[in-house]
C-alpha cells in the first residue's frame, strides 16, 4: 500500500496562511511606523491604526464575498465595471481632495479612496477577458483592439492626477500579460520599443520625474533636496543591522523618514526587524509567488489562467517596485507594499485579488485527499490534470 502525505490539501490553503501572516505583520508595522505622526497631528497614537483596522475589515469582507464568486461572472459585469470607473477617474480630476498638489481621491462624507487603484485590477481583468478570448478562437496574440485602447485611457487619466507609478501598473501588467500569453516575438519588439519611448516622453515632460532619475543614481548629491527621501531611507534600512533595533523602537519615523507608513513602511520594518525580518518577507512574498504559479497553471480554462497569472503580476510587480524604491535601485513613485504599507484603498483591492485568486483556485481541481492510499486515485488524478487546458502561461 503506499501513502501519500501531503501539508496542503489545495494550494488556497498556503496563500491563505501567508496573507494572514503578511496582514499581521502589516498592521503591527502600520502602528509602529505612524503612532508618532499620529499623535503629533491627531493628538492620539491610534488614528491610523484605528483606520488600518477599519480597511482591513472590509477587506476581509470583500475577500470573502470575491472567492465564493465564479470568478466567470466577472466577464458579464465589465461594461458596467467599466463606465463607473471611467466616471470615477474623471471626477477625480474634477472634484477630487488634492493632497501635496495631487488629485487622487474621492471623498465620500467622512471616506476617501483612490479610483486608480482600482483601475489597476479592473485592467488586468480586461485584458485577461480579451486575451483569453484570442486564444479560445486560434488568434494571434495582439493588443490594438478596443480593450487595450480602454485600458490606455485608464492610465493616461490616472496620469493626469498625477500618479506615473500607478498608471504604469494599469497599463503595464497587461501588456506583460500579452507577451506571457504568447504574442510574437517581433510584436514584442515593436511594443518594447513603443512603451520606451512613451516613457522617455512622459518623464521629460515632467521636469521633477527627470530628476528623480538622476538623484536615483547618487541620491547624495542632493542628500538634503530630492535625494531626502532615498537617502533617509537607506539610513533607516541600514541602522537595523541583522537582528534590528526592536519592534517599536525604530527612529526613522520621528519625523526624519517622509511617509513612513505609507510608501516607505518597509524600511521602518526593516530597522525593527532588520535583515532576518526583511528576509522573512521576501520568502512570504517568493512563497505566494510559487503558489500563485501553480493556481495559474492549474486554472480551469484560458481566462481563469490569464487572469491568475494577472493577478501575480499585479502582487509581485507591487512588491518588486516598492522594494526596489525603498532600497534606493528604483527612482520614488508611489507604489505601496501589498499588505504592509497603510493605505485603505490599496488594501481593498488587494483583498478583492486575492479572493478572486482564491476562486479560481477553488474551480480549478478538486482538493486532493492529504493521504492517498490507493493508486487508482493517483492516475485519476494524473488523468484529471491532463484534461485541463495545457497554455502552461508560467512554468
Known amino acids: 500500500m503506499r501513502i501519500r502525505k501531503t501539508l496542503w490539501s489545495n494550494d488556497a490553503e498556503p496563500i491563505i496562511v501567508i496573507m494572514i501572516i503578511l496582514l499581521v505583520l502589516g498592521t503591527i508595522n502600520v502602528f509602529s511606523s505612524s503612532f508618532v505622526l499620529s499623535t503629533i497631528d491627531y493628538e492620539t497614537p491610534y488614528h491610523f491604526l484605528i483606520r488600518h483596522t477599519i480597511w482591513l475589515f472590509v477587506g476581509l469582507i470583500a475577500f470573502c464575498i470575491c472567492r465564493r464568486i465564479n470568478y466567470r461572472r466577472w466577464r458579464n459585469w465589465m461594461p458596467v465595471l467599466l463606465m463607473v470607473m471611467m466616471l470615477s477617474l474623471v471626477a477625480v480630476l474634477l472634484v477630487g481632495n488634492s493632497v501635496n498638489g495631487a488629485k487622487r481621491w474621492l471623498g465620500v462624507g467622512a471616506i476617501a479612496f483612490q479610483p486608480a487603484e482600482f483601475a489597476k485590477l479592473l485592467s488586468l481583468m480586461l485584458a485577461a477577458a480579451v486575451l483569453a478570448s484570442q486564444i479560445k478562437r486560434g488568434r494571434e496574440i495582439s493588443v490594438l483592439n478596443l480593450q487595450y485602447g480602454i485600458i490606455v485611457i485608464m492610465a493616461g487619466l490616472t496620469e493626469m492626477e498625477p500618479d506615473l507609478g500607478t498608471a504604469a501598473i494599469i497599463c503595464g501588467v497587461p501588456l506583460i500579460m500579452a507577451v506571457v500569453a504568447g504574442m510574437n516575438i517581433m510584436k514584442i519588439v515593436r511594443l518594447g520599443s513603443f512603451v520606451l519611448a512613451g516613457v522617455i516622453g512622459l518623464i521629460f515632460l515632467q521636469p521633477y520625474r527627470l530628476n528623480r532619475i538622476k538623484i536615483m543614481l547618487d541620491p547624495w548629491s542632493d542628500a538634503q533636496g530630492i535625494g531626502y527621501q532615498t537617502v533617509q531611507s537607506l539610513s533607516t534600512i541600514g541602522s537595523g543591522g541583522f537582528w534590528g533595533m526592536g519592534l517599536g523602537d525604530g527612529v526613522s519615523k520621528y519625523e526624519y523618514l517622509p511617509e513612513a507608513h505609507t510608501d516607505f513602511a518597509f524600511a521602518i520594518f526593516c ?76 488594501l481593498l483591492v488587494t483583498m478583492i485579488a486575492m479572493g478572486i485568486l482564491l476562486n479560481i483556485c477553488d474551480h480549478g481541481h478538486k482538493p486532493q485527499p492529504k493521504f492517498a492510499t490507493k493508486q487508482s486515485d493517483i492516475e485519476a488524478g494524473k488523468k484529471d490534470e491532463e484534461k485541463r487546458p495545457s497554455l502552461h502561461l508560467v512554468k
Open 271 to 346: 530597522q525593527e526587524h532588520g535583515y532576518v525580518g526583511a528576509l522573512m518577507v521576501f520568502l512570504l512574498f517568493a512563497l505566494m509567488i510559487f503558489f500563485c504559479v501553480r493556481i495559474a497553471n492549474r486554472a480551469e480554462d484560458e481566462f481563469g489562467q490569464i487572469l491568475a497569472t494577472g493577478i501575480m503580476l499585479l502582487i509581485l510587480g507591487q512588491a518588486l517596485a516598492n522594494m526596489a524604491m525603498v532600497g534606493g535601485m528604483f527612482a520614488v513613485v508611489g507604489v505601496p507594499l501589498p499588505f504592509i504599507s497603510y493605505g485603505g484603498s490599496s
